[in-house]
């Protein structure tokens, strides 16, 4: 269970638009700016049904000072209270790999075969995971993450709030002891940083993201693979 949350938590934490920009002048503040920000996520959790994006992640370890960049597109939806999510790597090193979150089961497939782990007795775990950056409400995040206020920063011209959240299920915090969010005020993260201990971290950017798309492509979320 602890391998998965940590793979889940790489893979599945997803967010919508690609980082820029310098922190800007504003001056630190707290209480009603992280207050602003939650809400700004409960609103967006109304709005964002689906997703369909293609992501960069770039994985640092830091005792071999080596960068592992991987690329693909994801697809997201939520419908009647149900989430599905894949990741199909395309390019890098984990290439091939495709990465299904459906029926609260994840599914890992590679050339060498398929691997399954079955998350019913951490599904809210495995849920808020998923759904930061997918429309998870701020309510909700509370549930498994105690938030902070970082500072507001400028991101390309657009106005942000820098959050720190860390895990509070200890197998999760154990192996991921912080997630840092960039908030817009669509409510959806404009950048990820997972810190994984350790100087280890994982930084997510998404490009030409399409949110709540008409259609998703035919067998997005299919077994068959």
Not at 17 to 39: C, N, R, S
Not at 57 to 69: M, P, S
Not at 136 to 147: A, E, M, N, W, Y
Request: one cysteine or more; aromatic letters at 10%.
């Amino acid at each position: 269970m602890k391998r998965f949350l940590l793979f889940l938590c790489l893979i599945g934490t997803t967010h919508i638009h690609v980082w820029g920009g310098t922190p800007t002048d504003t001056p630190l503040k707290t209480g009603m700016d992280l207050q602003a920000a939650l809400k700004l996520m409960d609103e967006a959790s109304v709005k964002v049904h689906s997703v369909q994006t293609n992501f960069e992640w770039d994985d640092y370890e830091k005792v071999v000072n080596q960068h592992d960049v991987n690329r693909g597109v994801l697809y997201f939806v939520r419908e009647k209270g149900k989430i599905q999510f894949a990741a199909d790597v395309q390019q890098g090193p984990d290439s091939p790999k495709y990465v299904l979150y459906k029926d609260e089961t994840v599914r890992i497939f590679l050339k060498s075969g398929v691997t399954e782990y079955d998350v019913k007795k951490r599904k809210a775990v495995a849920d808020s995971l998923v759904l930061l950056g997918f429309g998870g409400s701020g309510r909700d995040l509370q549930k498994s993450f105690h938030p902070r206020y970082v500072r507001t920063e400028q991101v390309g011209g657009i106005l942000v709030y820098q959050l720190e959240l860390v895990p509070l299920d200890p197998d999760a915090r154990n192996l991921f002891p912080s997630i840092f969010l960039w908030i817009d005020s669509n409510g959806i993260a404009v950048q990820q940083r997972i810190d994984k201990g350790g100087g280890d971290y994982r930084v997510v950017k998404y490009s030409d993201t399409q949110i709540n798309p008409p259609k998703l492509p035919k067998g997005a979320f299919s077994e068959k693979r």
